[in-house]
């Protein structure tokens, strides 16, 4: 569970519900041989990591979280640092280290004994429905705790904050569970913090690329590997007084956390431990296509 306390908009009205994102526009590198839409959809934002402004990530797609910041992780999630992120033959390498680090915040140690990276479209692109897709090749090791999630966009509103605000978590590994991949939804109803979790095994993530993908509708969000999908959940669950949070637009993150609540005890001879991204890739259904 990845939990936070934490331009202008194209709708296209079809079929009864509004499918919403910004509107970051398709440049020529990111026209990508590659994406071959899934039947009906059309591709509406990606990076292909072909862009390397200064060997870091696209600043016009992604922003950077920074200190310490959840779950009592080890890690200190640093700003516009190759160490942590940075883009190499067209792909983004997040990359967790057993380092010294000063902490210049009043949160956690004077000094950080690990450093990683946590990447956002927050306040840069969100989508309200579609396909999410990324592929990755992932990290291993007791410690390691990578993640491909969102959140709604919402969160830092007053009144809404985690869980009202939605969480979908497409992939999630725990170096204790090697090969073991979650996919998650996080909600708030009853007055309580519910979630729903299935699991997957994968082969080696650590050794190969795979496509972890969320398809998202007005009646329910489907959570894949390579085209199979292990969990469903129905989009009405989330009803709460009137609101539901999976009716709202969400932003993506990618990071690699070490250690916390989930984590659980890290093996430093494992480090640099890296997750390695070769595409994000966002699609909405056509116009008029059920």
Known sequence: MKTVKRVSLIAIETLGFLLVSHSSSLGADDAVSAATPPPGYQLVWADEFSKDPDGLPDPTKWIYEEGFI??????????????????????????????????????GPPMAGYTSAALETRGKADW??????????LPA?????????????????????????????????????????HGSIHYFRGGKKVTETKELHVAHPEADFHV???EWTPDRIDIFVDGTKYNTFAVSKADNDGQNPFRKPQF?????????????????????????VDYVRIYQKSAGYP
Not at 74 to 103: D, H, S
Not at 128 to 133: D, F, H, K, Q, V
Not at 145 to 174: A, F, H, R, Y
């Open 70 to 107: 959840r779950n009592h992780e080890a890690q200190y999630y640093t700003k516009e640092r190759k160490e942590n992120a940075r883009v190499e033959n067209g792909q983004l390498i997040i990359e967790a280290r057993r380092e010294n680090f000063p902490n210049p915040s009043s949160k």
């Open 252 to 276: 993506l993150l990618l990071d690699l956390a070490l250690g916390g609540g989930l984590g659980g005890e890290i093996e430093d001879s494992i480090l640099p431990q890296r997750m390695v």
């Open 212 to 214: 972890y993908a969320a």
């Open 141 to 181: 090791g007791k410690g390691v705790w990578p993640g491909i999630w969102m959140l709604g966009s919402d969160e830092n509103q007053p009144g809404i904050g985690w869980p009202k605000c939605g969480e979908i978590d497409i992939m999630e590994l725990v170096g204790k569970q090697p090969g073991v991949i």
């Open 128 to 137: 309200l429905y579609g396909r999410i897709e990324v592929r990755a090749k």
